[in-house]
């Protein structure tokens, strides 16, 4: 088994198809990974993208992962049993690399892991999830607990769209929505939180700041929003202030969700001894794409577990079929759905069901991407190229 | 003033001229920037590079920083005297850059501005360290205190070549050496230390292990090398791993240097918040160009300096003409010298004189990198492609 070819595509990701709404100017990557591997008498060929939220690493991946992948040997990519191991692949992929400085690398290389368990799982002739579950000794399921994500500022009639959407999502199967916070004064938050909650309970609505609050104006919103009773509130302040949120964890009371900003294990490490968090009641959003790609996030489960946490804390970011798959294979506490944003990747398969809060699982092997109608053609465009 | 144009490339830089001596693998990027400023009726052009022992940074600067610089307009990029202020620039560099995840954009956005402050050194007409001294009103000076930097495994006649090397720095004016440790056993490092003290004292001779050992590895090595009274041990663990690193604080007497594979004010807030760091005593070996450069690095030394530290602790990474200027120009303890390895760009000017373990400084404005024979043809080519 060899890589046969990599092709690595810059595509603009937005939030909104509303192009009224503020897009965010973000990118990502998506990848092409052609194996030597056959199913069908074609080439096995895995697709990964950079998640959303943050930039393509399409430079990155050209300059200094692909090329090590594609020089590995059968030796250096197969099981025992002769058929892809990501879990090798990624020590190619990292060979060399050197401490410290775990930014936009750990994204390119989470994009090419996310394509070989994509390719890996369609060797297995199974979807992700049941490859993962297999793999690391987890009970099957076929469903996954989501909750919706969106409530971006709309720049017009910003209340009654916010209301809508979460309306939508409600309609929609959806029993819990997080809504994002942290870029007007804190009044108008309250405001953009109160209608939410003239719609859904506390226990049902999430709040995410972005990480856009100094450490004071952190300490004030928690203040402000602890009577709601919010399921969470996430990304407060720096991600690397570990000071401040643990200030936020001796004062606020209801549960914190952070993560998302953090893309290593020596990092969360840190998370771990410096932030104060609380084993029974924060959520953890690390995005498996972002942080060096799911060996490493299965690292990052592990350290939180010997600390005492149960991965029922784990909600991975993202909200597309990678983060579902991730969370059902690895028997996580549910999964951030992006049914309306960050198109064509957001959201589950085409036609997904979503029940009192349960998503149901994908059936077609690997992780799905290809049976995206919206998606299909650059997939297809991208691998021929 | 506009930015007209930024060429960018990828070159190698390795340790040492002899091929038989491991490299490491490790790529620069160099960057040309031509600015629509004119000196003698030419454009004045900036030259930078990623310094040196990361990786290059091409295709993010391509992807996602030179763009932005040039878009940027007059009013985004110069001073109220008109001229060329990288310290604007470096706001458009940053524009919309998420918070966290301080690893490879760090060095791209570095390598770019290094250039921007060739290019407004030359537009001032002067040399880099000047406009520092300057812009950050600092006593001019005429010298920089020095240490050269080398002694890596050489794979024959180890202890043997690595004297030599040792008495050639000495020979060429400079009174203290740093040599590398931590990849063989410890028994192996110890006979290294011991043959280099047989040449100089405790002292003047400083050990890097370029986080190479295990927490329980970095205690044990530094209880070996405690009773030698070193000038600093660097790098003993992991850069993240604030806790080893307290520990090592407060087990080892003598100094400790880190900062070298930390990118980032609030990663730098972080060692100073839990790794136990001794002002009076220890060394910070962050490298400007790899830490979102000089504006970024200027908060670093504030930020120290508002902890009690004193900026004569700060001893740039790098051992090139920017790390040089760089501490002449912000009153730094001093620079890194390589002299012999990381060619074209390691040591200072061609003919630069070491005395006393002191080097001279350039004279010609900006930083000069194009006053090197050797790297002079690149330039050219690069500034002109």
């Given amino acids: 088994m060899r890589i046969l070819k990599i092709n690595a595509r810059t595509v603009e990701i937005s939030r909104y198809a509303d192009a009224s709404v503020p897009g965010g100017g ?136 916010l209301c809508d959407e979460i309306r939508e ?74 000071d401040t949120h643990a200030r936020l964890c001796a004062s606020y009371e209801p549960a914190l969700g952070i993560g998302e900003a953090t893309f290593s294990l020596p990092d969360a490490r840190n998370l771990l001894r410096y932030a104060g968090m609380r084993p029974a009641r924060d959520r953890l959003i690390f995005d498996p794409a972002h942080c060096y790609g799911l060996p490493e996030y299965v690292r990052i489960i592990e350290t939180f577990e010997s600390a005492g946490w149960n991965r029922q804390a784990f909600f991975p970011h993202g909200g597309h079929l990678f983060s579902l798959h991730v969370a059902a294979g690895l028997g996580l506490g549910g999964s951030e759905a992006n049914p309306r944003i960050f198109q064509p990747f957001g959201g589950f398969e085409d036609g997904a069901v979503v029940e009192d809060g349960f998503a149901s699982l994908p059936s077609i092997p690997g992780i799905g991407f290809e049976g995206r109608a919206a998606l299909k053609p650059l997939l297809v465009d991208l691998a021929t190229q």
């Fill in 26 to 161: 973000l990118t990502t990557t998506v990848v092409a990974v052609v194996t030597s591997a056959e199913r069908g008498g074609r080439p096995v060929t895995g697709y990964g993208f950079s998640s959303i939220g943050r930039f393509a690493q399409t430079g990155l991946i050209n300059e200094r992962f692909a090329p090590r992948l594609l020089a590995a040997t059968d030796r250096d990519l197969v099981a025992a049993d002769g058929t892809l191991d990501p879990t090798r692949a990624w020590d190619v992929l990292m060979k060399d690399e050197k401490a410290g400085g775990h930014g936009e690398r750990c994204v390119a290389v989470g994009t090419l892991d996310m394509a070989l368990w994509d390719a890996a799982a369609k060797v297995a002739d199974v979807p992700l999830h049941m490859l993962l579950q297999r793999r690391f000794a987890r009970a099957q399921t076929n469903r996954v607990a989501v909750y919706a994500a969106g409530g971006y500022d709309f720049p017009t009639n910003d209340i009654e769209r």
């Fill in 169 to 242: 999502f409600l309609d929609a199967g959806y029993t819990m929505v997080k809504i994002k916070i942290g870029k007007k004064a804190l009044a108008e938050d309250l405001k953009r939180i109160e209608a939410a909650l003239s719609i859904v309970s506390g226990a049902r609505l999430a709040v995410d700041a972005m990480n856009r609050y100094s450490p004071r104006a952190a300490l004030e919103a928690a203040h402000a929003i602890a009577p709601y009773a919010l399921r969470w509130f996430e990304d407060a302040s720096d991600p690397l202030d570990f």
